[in-house]
């Protein structure tokens, strides 16, 4: 039985526990963007002055395999992501040198 107290408190958690993550996002992405030595990205020298355009996409709880160019078997039928295959593969980066503990 869940008391209203233990939900409150519950809930309190994983929102601080969620700001706290987009804050530390929030910090490296103004690091990447004021510094003269990148840190997320790889510097592109580029003719024109136009500012790149910065598309982040944080899934929770997204597996490995649940996409497709993270796996072997990239035309699985039952799940298809064309859209960020075709962002990592040719016009993205891929960030994955990160890894997280399941906390339950």
């Not at 530390?24 to 990148?38: A, E, K, M, V």
């Not at 891929?94 to 503990?101: G, M």
Request: with cysteine; hydrophobic share 40%.
């Amino acid at each position: 039985m869940i008391l209203p107290g233990k939900l409150s408190r519950n809930v309190l958690f994983a929102s601080l526990r969620l700001c706290s993550h987009l804050l530390c996002i929030y910090i490296l992405l103004s690091l990447q963007l004021h510094s003269q030595r990148p840190l997320l990205v790889s510097a592109v020298k580029t003719s024109s002055k136009r500012k790149p355009n910065i598309v982040l996409i944080l899934a929770d709880d997204l597996g490995w395999g649940n996409v497709g160019f993270n796996r072997e078997d990239a035309d699985n039928k039952e799940v298809r992501t064309p859209t960020l295959d075709t962002l990592a593969t040719i016009e993205g980066r891929k960030l994955n040198r990160h890894y997280v503990w399941k906390a339950c």
